[in-house]
């Protein structure tokens, strides 16, 4: 009977066993106490086997298993499988695992990396880069110069650190690409705060979509987007400082922390940086001019730049909750910065300025909220929000005329020469001091349901509101009448996701709805006989549209996608666009019209494939873009023009330019040898042709046929690094880097006059790291242009020479 007893109530334990469920959850990290981004996870028991991976925090969590014990598998191509037993017997099992280093130490800055969380998005069926900043934020590189390297993009920057930027993605530029940081358009954050000086340290990776875009980046866009993801990782309590210096007195300097207190999941994630440069560098090329005092011009006209100082100052702080009940993510932040720009020229580089120079300032209350199973299982909802207050403040007041050797401009006047004045007492038109405050309101909510076993419905709402004020503070009259627009965009999308035929192919399919509103108030102010005269002006416009798209991947053989992608969309013109931007030298045109695209790209991306010490992957795209009333900034037609000097302009809008098409391809190799050697070779090839065939008077257009001038269309970069173990110290690390970017030949006028040709360049960059022993300090070096080549962007002003830079990382861990 007792016998009997102990078997009946063992039995009975054992079904109460099987019968509660838990979950294990934790993190995966190395011993280096960096979290293994994308390791492997399987737990098995028997029949039961599930699988999942480390997210970028290094976090896992496998729900619904029964009470019992468990193999865990962990395994990561940057270390030593380990396998772990568990005894799963409570409703949560927490442990944290972790895996010994191997020699491999990831792939070079450019490098797309497999078998993490980043192959997820790169199967998803959009064409897609993903950039990873760990090696680059060792060394002295910007996110624009890592950004430029990639493959399809091309990166327009008005000279040296801290000018205007735009972005090219194989022929698409201007509104009809987003630049996002973490979600939020990053004109929220304002000119002192973007991709030109957020320190490569900060951010974890970069997204680089061409076309459609995932659910939570949907907006009014059509080209594609890049989307910086800043570090979020609060695992661990560690401290990072940087600091650098090179080349045409340029400093900068960074630091980074973050701390979590365990008990309660209370997190702090804090960042700031420093940036100075005086960008004194050379210039020789065909847009530096010298005009003497007989008007006689010399070009080209050997210079170094002045008048043309950089300086940032800027910080990011967030303080919230991580894994809670309520919460996965539950962030507030405060985001400010500031700059000072001194303007060394107008849109073309012939006019040098002296005195003209603005400062800006960005105020960003941000909040950060996901959580998964919101409200009920398999409901998840994520709301990105900020609220922005910006200023821009612009003074151009000296009335005297410079040349590039930084001497005034002379004239001959009464048989004497004297210095040249302006014609309007300003550098570059009307004397002028003014200060723009605008207030933009931006809000992101996704919701996300599975309806089904790998089917998923998302709703997703974007509103983005900007208030600007113009005022004029160097006339009296005009202070009291301010110029006020408004400009707001509601954008509704569904998204539905599945994954079919065995998880081979995924689907993503596309609809949105756009709204826009603009207004905008100024006022006609006229003097006669000493009484002033002001007239409003009110405009109003509204317009709305509906876009659609979708994207697929197939999971052909092996490591083998073919992926596809096609959309049919509208893009709206910017405030920038409608109002302009006299900082930036450009001029409003508040009659742009939408921008139309239908865009499809088809191609492949074959996995890494290992065999002995060796191991590639290829990835290819090719893509056919047709554009309607597409908004990009005027150019100058040779037809309407006398001689060469008038293609000099000093200011530029933006335009619809009619019908355009692009057509090209784009293809990546990586090839990986021993774990040590990374090798990359890239290259896009499109044509961004004018494909308008008749002018408004119905004859045929002069211009059909012809490349998309100030754009270039063939790109090709090439990477290769190598890595050294134990080199002058045992358990120290030098990795050494050679990169090399070609971009062809094109041109900047309309007509093509050989003049304007901007010629092929080439560029060779070296540089090394040194990892200590300690694995805390790392001091690397850079060489920049090398060869000292003439390198020409946007409007043919000519970029950088050589540069050598040198820095320092440190890294304080486990200091709590």
Known sequence: MAKYLLFLSAFLFSMYLVAQTGTVSGYILFDNNKPALGASIIIENGSIKKETSANVNGQFSISNLSYGNYNILVSSLNAKSQTVKVNLNTANKSLNIILELTDYQGLSEVVVQTKTAKKKIEEGGFAVAIIDTKEASLRNLTTNELLDRSVGVRIRQNGGIGSDVEYNLNGMSGSAIGIFLDGLEISTYGQSFNLNNIPTSMIERIEVYKGVLPSHLTGDYAGGAINVVLKKDVSQNNINLASSYGSFNTSQSDIGVTFREKKTGLAFRGSAFYTYTDNSYETWGRSTTYVNYLGQITRPYRAKRFNNTYKSLGGRFEVGFTDTKWADQFFVGYNGSSNYKEIPHGTTMSVPYVGRFNETEARVILLNYSKRNFLTENLALKVNAARSYRSTFLQDTVGIAYNWDGTQREVIEFGERVPLKTLLGGQQGEKVISNTDRKITNIRTNLGYMVADRHRLSLNHKYEATDREDEDLLNEINQDYATVSTISQNIISINYEAETFNRKLKTNLLGKYTYNHTSQTEYDITTTDGVNSIVRNDTIA???????????????????????????????????????????????????????????????????????????????????????????????????????????????????????????????????????????????????????????????????????????????????????????????????????????????????????????????????????????????????????????????????????????????????
């Not at 019908?659 to 090839?685: C, D």
């Open 542 to 816: 509204t317009n709305s549209n509906f876009g659609y798209g979708g994207t697929l991947s197939y999971n052909a053989v092996s490591d083998l996608y073919i992926i596809a992608s096609t959309e049919n969309s509208y893009v709206s013109p910017s405030e920038r666009q409608l109002y302009g931007s006299p900082e930036t030298n450009i001029l409003p045109n508040t009659q742009l019209s939408p921008e139309k695209n239908i865009n499809y790209n088809l191609g492949f991306r074959l996995g890494t494939l290992e065999f002995n010490k060796h191991k590639v992957s290829v990835y290819a795209n090719a893509f056919w873009r047709n554009g309607y009333d597409k908004i990009t900034q005027q150019a100058v037609d040779e037809s309407e023009i006398e001689e060469e000097a008038e293609a000099d302009i000093q200011v530029t809008r933006y335009v619809n330019l009619g019908k355009t098409q692009a057509r090209g391809f784009e293809a990546e190799i990586i090839y990986i040898y021993n774990n040590r050697l990374n090798t990359s070779l890239n290259f896009s090839k499109f044509n961004n042709v004018f494909k308008q065939e008749v002018d408004e008077n119905d004859n045929a257009h002069s211009l059909y046929g012809q490349q998309v001038p100030n754009e270039p269309f063939f790109t090709i970069n090439g990477n290769v690094q190598y890595r050294f173990n134990n080199i002058f110290q045992k358990k120290s690390i030098l990795n050494t880097y050679y990169t090399i970017g070609f971009v062809g030949e094109y041109y900047t006028v309309w007509g093509q006059p050989e003049w304007s040709k901007t010629p092929s360049q080439v560029s060779h960059d070296i540089g090394l790291s040194y990892r200590f022993p300690s694995q805390k300090l790392v001091a690397s070096i850079d060489v920049k242009n090398l060869f000292n080549a003439e390198i020409y962007d946007n409007f043919a002003i000519q970029k950088p020479g050589r540069g050598i830079y040198f820095k320092l990382n440190y890294i304080i861990s486990k200091f709590l």
